[in-house]
Every structure is written in structure tokens, then in C-alpha cells.
């Protein structure tokens, strides 16, 4: 077994024997100041599409749905890497982290060229499943064809940025993203409405802007890798060897999030072809609202990106009572901010909507969304943190469990409310409510139960060297 060299012990003693909001708070500040760069991302191309009219904004929006299964697809490799790695190094094992690292990294070039052609295949099915306008159907296929394209350069920043987060350094990341976000922010415009020498691309000029920013975050993460930046060395080579039991665990562990991700997205399909009956205006609005919840979905997510190193390095150290302890601290400080947010979205609905669109149809049916969402806002804050525990502890059926049935319980709902019910678009927006209220109740119960500790202890016993 290796040991730790002293430069990088900061971060890891934090996470073991720090004050525990000041551990919190080292990993999770950065962390969700990334993920809410993450949310630009899509707000600035949102801002400026949206500005094209309600058929673009219809596209950019439909699209997110299939960038949310690329997402899930890559957790696979994400969750288990975290959760192998944060282990290690709670362990003091920095031998078993390195090969971790560097298997996974051959795997990830793999798996990113499977995405890329999966993903052209299977984007106009995907586009037709929604029943969409033609007009939106065509824009969409462009948007995703340029985004699959650039699947290496996001499976890589993933791959870089688990092993930071799992070494317990989250700021280098931040510092990447930031780059990349600010390049966005000046490409999207010159290629969207074809500024001085750059051609007028429209929809696809944003896609095309996003890929660059991939490239870019890429890079530097990898010259900060090459620059030594971990508790470990790690050559980037694609050639090497592999142990694929290893390799299995890892997939095993990074599965359930992965699959739970993808069937989210493919109901959130079925729930646009719901919203497409009351027209464009009720997707662009189920878009709006899905961007505005991003304030509070990723400032969770990275209160969650921390909460899995912290469990993960915890039980490496065989300390799982201070993985509870911080787990649940996390929880009452995410709470406290939705609680925040919620206030606001229930006082200016409008306004938040208007931030963002100026179509009247779609400030009257999304300031309803905004309204109606503010009630669940808490609860999934606690399923998002909730997740983020099981994940470091590699205990991942839990979440899977709980999200598939409220995920798939969301297309009858939807249909039954909306349409049977004659609700309209808001019974679209109290089902997502509903079951998001539903799964942070039962993230919440579930984990206080303890049964991930006990799980664990055959789990950390088995070596995770390979053979």
C-alpha cells in the first residue's frame, strides 16, 4: 500500500477529521459553483435561442431531454470512479487509485466512441417519439448531431473531474469549467445570429459553440492532470492493461445511477409528448421551468458531488458513522437554501419566467410551473443529496429503486391529469411535483434505516487491487 504524499493531505484530512460544515463546505462550495457553470451553459444558450422564436426553443429544449440520457450513460463511468477512487484514498491506497484512474481512462475512450455513434443513430427516433413540429424536429437533429459529435471531449472532462472530486479537490475543476463557460458565453451569440464574419447558424450555432467549450474544459483539465495535480501519478495512454473484474465493479457500482438517469429521460420524452398537446408554447414553458429548477437542482448536485467523496473516503477509513453524520449535515444546508428559493418562486413566478422569455403564452403557462414547483423543491434537494451518499458508499440500488417507479409512475399521472382530467399543462406540472415529493421522502427514510453501513463491510473488506 502506498501512502499519501503531504502536499495533498489538506483536502483528505479535511474530509476525515475536519469540523464537519467546514468539510462540507471545502468540497461543496466549488463543486456547486461547477455544477451552477454547468446550468450557464445551457441558461446562456437558452437566453439567446430563445430570442429566435417559440420553434427554436422548442428544439434547444426537446434536445436537453436527449442530452439527459448521454449524461446518465456517462455516469456509469462518473459514479463507480468516484466511489473506487474516494475509497482508495480514505484507505491510503494510492497504488489501487492510480490503476483505477488509468484503467478507466482506456475504458472512457471506448465507451465515448459507443456513445457517439448511438447517440446519431438513435437521434431521430428519439426526436419522433416526442411528436413534435417538423420545423422543431429538424432543428433538433442538427443540435444533437454536433453534440454527440463532441461525446469524447465531455466522457473525458467527466472522467478528469471524478478523480478530483474523489481526491477531495473540487476548486481545480471550477477553475476549468469557468474558461470554458466564458468562451461559451462570447461563441454563442457570433454563431447563433452570424455576428461580423461568423456564419448565422441558429440552433446549431449554439450546439456548436457548447462542443468547442467541452474541448476546451478538456484540455485544461488534462494539462492540470499532466501537471500532477492528484495524490497520484496517472499517464494518459489509451494503450495498457485492463483488469476487467475491476472494471466490472466499477460498472456495477456506476449502473443503477445510470439506469435510473436514462429511464428519467426517456419518461421526460413521454412527458414532453404530453405537454406537445397544448402546443409549443406549453413545451417551451416545460423547458423554461426545467432551467429555473436548475438553480436549485445542480447548487444540490454539488452539495451531492461532495456528500459521495466524503461517504467514499469515510469508509475507507472504516469511520461510518462521521459518512452519516456528514451526510446528513449536507441535507440540512441544502434544505435551507431551496427553502430560500422556494419563497422566491412562489412571490415572483412571472418575473423569474420573464428573465428568460418574452413570448406571452409562455410567461402565463410557465410562471404556473414556477409556482407549482416551488412545493417540491425541498424534497428534491433530499433525494439529490440522498443519492450522492449512496453513490460514495457504492451502494447504488437504493436510488435506482426509488427513482424508476416514481419516474415511470409520471407518464399515467401526467396523461391522467393533463388530459382525462382536463387539467391542461399544470396537471404536467403537479405530477412532477407530486413524485418528486414522493422520491425525497423515501430517499430520506430509506437511507436512515443504516442498511448501506452494513452493506459495507463485506464490501470494504474485498480488495479492490487487482489480482
Known amino acids: 500500500m502506498e501512502t499519501i504524499s503531504a502536499p495533498v493531505n489538506r483536502d483528505i484530512e479535511s474530509a476525515l477529521r475536519g469540523h464537519p460544515y467546514r468539510a462540507i463546505i471545502r468540497l461543496a462550495w466549488p463543486a456547486t459553483a461547477s455544477m451552477l457553470l454547468y446550468t450557464l451553459f445551457s441558461l446562456v444558450n437558452a437566453v439567446w435561442v430563445g430570442h429566435l422564436g417559440a420553434d427554436p426553443m422548442a428544439a434547444v429544449i426537446s434536445a436537453t431531454f436527449i442530452v439527459w440520457i448521454l449524461n446518465s450513460l456517462v455516469a456509469v463511468l462518473s459514479t463507480g470512479l468516484v466511489a473506487m477512487i474516494s475509497r482508495a484514498l480514505g484507505a491510503g491506497d494510492t497504488g489501487t487509485a492510480r490503476d483505477v484512474a488509468e484503467e478507466s481512462f482506456r475504458v472512457g475512450l471506448l465507451f465515448a466512441v459507443l456513445i457517439t455513434l448511438i447517440g446519431i443513430v438513435l437521434r431521430g427516433p428519439l426526436f419522433d417519439l416526442m411528436h413534435l413540429e417538423p420545423s422543431v424536429v429538424t432543428a433538433g437533429k442538427k443540435y444533437m448531431t454536433v453534440y454527440f459529435s463532441a461525446a469524447i471531449f465531455i466522457v473525458l472532462t467527466e472522467w478528469a473531474m471524478g478523480m478530483f472530486r474523489a481526491a477531495g479537490n473540487t476548486r481545480l475543476p471550477l477553475i ?76 456495477t457500482i456506476g449502473l ?7 429511464v428519467f429521460s426517456i419518461v421526460y420524452l413521454f412527458v414532453n409528448r404530453i405537454t406537445a398537446q397544448f402546443g409549443t408554447g406549453a413545451v417551451a414553458a416545460l423547458g423554461v421551468g426545467n432551467r429555473i429548477e436548475s438553480i436549485n437542482y445542480l447548487f444540490a448536485w454539488g452539495f451531492s458531488l461532495a456528500a459521495a467523496t466524503l461517504v467514499g473516503q469515510n469508509l475507507g477509513a472504516k469511520n461510518p458513522a462521521r459518512a452519516r453524520e456528514l451526510t446528513f449535515k449536507t441535507v440540512r444546508l441544502v434544505s435551507a437554501y431551496t427553502l430560500v428559493t422556494s419563497a422566491l418562486f412562489l412571490m415572483f413566478p412571472r418575473r423569474i419566467v420573464h428573465v428568460f422569455v418574452d413570448d406571452p403564452q409562455i410567461l402565463e403557462t410557465g410562471q404556473h410551473y414556477v409556482r407549482i414547483l416551488a412545493l417540491s423543491q425541498i424534497f428534491m434537494g433530499w433525494d439529490i443529496v440522498f443519492e450522492g451518499a449512496f453513490s460514495g458508499a457504492g451502494d447504488t440500488l437504493p436510488p435506482m429503486l426509488v427513482a424508476i417507479p416514481g419516474a415511470l409512475s409520471r407518464i399515467p399521472i401526467a396523461w391522467a391529469l393533463a388530459v382525462a382530467m382536463n387539467l391542461g399543462p399544470d396537471g404536467v406540472w403537479w405530477t412532477i411535483t407530486a413524485t418528486s415529493v414522493l422520491r425525497g421522502a423515501a430517499m430520506f427514510v430509506w437511507f436512515s434505516l443504516g442498511r448501506w453501513q452494513k452493506r459495507q ?6 480488495p479492490l487491487a487487482a489480482p
Do not use: E, K
Not at 461559451?184 to 461568423?198: E, H, K, M, S, V
Not at 463491510?457 to 474485498?462: E, K, L, R, Y
Open 256 to 262: 443503477p445511477i445510470s439506469v435510473a438517469g436514462i
Open 457 to 462: 463491510v463485506a464490501w470494504a473488506q474485498a
Open 176 to 251: 476549468a469549467l469557468s474558461s470554458g463557460i466564458l468562451l461559451n458565453a462570447i461563441l454563442d451569440p457570433l454563431l447563433i445570429y452570424g455576428i461580423g464574419p461568423f456564419p448565422r447558424w441558429g440552433v446549431m450555432g449554439a450546439a456548436v459553440a457548447t462542443a468547442i467549450c467541452y474541448f476546451v474544459v478538456c484540455g485544461v483539465l488534462m494539462f492540470m492532470l499532466r501537471r500532477g495535480r492528484l495524490p497520484f501519478p496517472v499517464r494518459i495512454i489509451p494503450w495498457g492493461p485492463i483488469h476487467w473484474r475491476r472494471i466490472a465493479r466499477l460498472v
